[in-house]
């Protein structure tokens, strides 16, 4: 008996011991890494400030880009749009888009038309019936020329009609209706030169109908072709 209960007592002791070690050591444990499972004030507040409140994307500038107007016109033969270069020939350009914001070309006629070449218009004597005065006509002013390297009397393009004196164009306008590159400035030894100022973006096969009309000797058409209305998009 006595020597059982000694070992009892010491299996008792031992087990007793085992236990408070393994408690021990668990504190021990939890001690030392307890900052891995209890908040961290600041790093959590800087985590959940930034889910709170994301940080908003920079705002970007929308790059708008200059768009040049379009002249619609609307002829007896249909509608033409035309691209007016206001960036690249502000002067000739925003000419032409005073004057038909004014109504000046308005019931005005294609007053001289060479299919193969090119089809007139702009004269506010052309408003009349009697044609002798047709192509003597202006806005009563004449401006600058405004020659612009690249800018090519190809085949759909817009140009200024003068006297072919240098600086004499004011209401007057021609449309390509081929590759009419000599009229350019820069194509010696032509002394008539004419600016371009815009092209045809829609309706060229309107032009080409215009291009095609009877004329008499003196290339006015013989039924007459007239500009309704000229309106600026912008």
């Not at 306008?173 to 194509?187: R, T």
């Amino acid at each position: 008996m006595p020597f059982r209960y000694t070992v009892e007592m010491k299996k008792e002791t031992l087990y007793a011991g085992l236990v408070a070690l393994i408690v021990l050591a668990g504190i021990v444990f939890w001690y030392f890494n307890r900052a891995a499972y209890s908040p961290a004030r600041g790093q959590n507040q800087e985590i959940n400030t930034h889910n709170a409140s994301p940080q908003e994307p920079m705002p970007q500038e929308e790059q708008k880009k200059a768009r040049n107007p379009i002249a619609v016109f609307d002829t007896s033969k249909g509608i033409v749009e035309i691209e007016l270069f206001l960036d690249k020939a502000p002067v000739t350009a925003g000419n032409f888009a005073k004057l038909a914001k004014s109504g000046f070309y308005n019931g005005t006629k294609f007053h001289r038309v060479i299919k193969g070449f090119m089809i007139q218009g702009g004269d506010p004597n052309s408003k009349e019936v009697d044609a002798s005065r047709y192509g003597t006509g202006g806005p009563g002013y004449t401006i600058q020329d405004e020659f612009v390297s690249g800018l090519s009397n190809v085949r759909g393009t817009i140009s200024m009609a003068n006297t072919g004196r240098p600086n004499s164009g004011g209401s007057q306008f021609f449309i390509n209706h081929a590759d009419n590159v000599g009229l350019d400035h820069d194509k010696p030894p032509l002394t008539s030169s004419h600016p371009v100022f815009g092209k045809v973006v829609k309706g060229m096969e309107v032009i080409d109908v215009i291009a095609g009309v009877e004329t008499n000797a003196n290339d006015i058409p013989l039924v007459p072709v007239t500009i309704r209305t000229i309106t600026i998009r912008e």
